[in-house]
């Protein structure tokens, strides 16, 4: 994948925060998948845990990117309403919270539309962006670009830059910007962003590696970026904010990674709330339109 350009212009630094909103069973690679069809017999928690998250961005004045699976927004539609009612950008996760790389073109079409109907129910304003259950893009599936262009959305948040379980995109620059898609269209990309230690890429800026790190190793990594003038992206889930949650069988990795240190969730952020500014990827990239398709048709 190669960076076209970096088009990150603002004088002040903001950083991006980020919420991917999807409840307690919707963790990924679990031993035995729980059906679509059974997750509304599952007791919701994700109403009560994004209501306690906008109360402590709003007490803050910051300001996040909500990518929300379209499950959630077709049963709890008022939630996100008051999400945009409150200042806050609506992106789409997708609908069932599948990877990337276990769908096919039109399956993974068809997944995104989905979202995208019960999301466009429940907002007032384009939906610009999406990111993949599992940072799943990798270069496999970088067709799933063109979809997203396709659909009338201006940017993916998918690359996480190193391979991991879902996925993974080792050798992506690290990078946001513009970069092309295999049909030769433009599409802006929003990666994780990650800190350089001893010359080796380190993460600890969203889910289990912000959960385990100390709140210092977070910190001294957001000030890195900024004094490069680069926006850190920090992402999280309602479901860290919940140390009650109900428990799922998992490996011991997997659960270890999925569970540690969630009371530990909201202080951290709280005091990066108290100590940096956090904007939604719309703002901090100055986006103001999904791009038009007779303008990708053109290109």
Not at 275 to 287: A, D, S
Request: proline share 5%; with cysteine; charged share 20%.
């Amino acid at each position: 994948m190669k960076l076209v350009s970096n088009v990150h212009n603002n004088s002040t630094v903001n950083n991006i925060l980020t919420i991917d909103v999807e409840d307690w069973f919707h963790i990924l690679e679990l031993p035995s998948e729980i059906p679509v069809k059974d997750w509304i017999k599952l007791e919701n928690r994700v109403l009560k845990n994004t209501l306690s998250l906008l109360n402590l961005l709003s007490r803050y004045n910051a300001k996040a990117t909500f990518f929300v699976l379209g499950w959630v927004a077709q049963y709890c539609p008022d939630l996100i309403r008051e999400i945009e009612k409150q200042g806050h950008e609506i992106a789409t996760h997708g609908y069932s919270h599948r990877l990337i790389r276990d769908l096919t073109p039109k399956e993974f079409a068809q997944d995104v539309s989905l979202s995208l109907e019960y999301l466009s129910r429940a907002t007032s304003k384009p939906i610009l962006g999406y990111r993949a259950p599992g940072f799943s893009l990798t270069e496999d599936c970088l067709w799933a670009l063109d979809i997203l262009l396709e659909l009338g959305l201006s940017y993916d948040a998918s690359v996480f830059p190193l391979k991991r379980n879902h996925g993974g995109y080792k050798n992506f620059t690290g990078e946001g910007g513009f970069i092309n898609t295999p049909k030769g269209r433009q599409i802006l990309e929003v990666p994780v962003t990650c800190n350089n230690f001893l010359g080796k890429k380190l993460y600890v800026l969203g889910g289990g590696y912000f959960r385990i790190s100390p709140y210092w190793v977070i910190a001294s990594g957001i000030k890195q970026l900024n004094q490069q003038g680069k926006p850190a992206m920090i992402y999280l889930h309602p479901r860290e904010f919940d140390p009650l949650q109900p428990r799922l069988e998992m490996s011991k990795v997997r659960s270890f990674m999925s569970y540690v240190n969630l009371h530990t969730t909201e202080t951290k952020l709280e005091k990066l709330l108290s100590n940096f500014r956090f904007n939604t990827i719309k703002n901090i990239w100055q986006l103001s339109s999904v791009p038009k398709l007779t303008e990708l048709q053109a290109a």
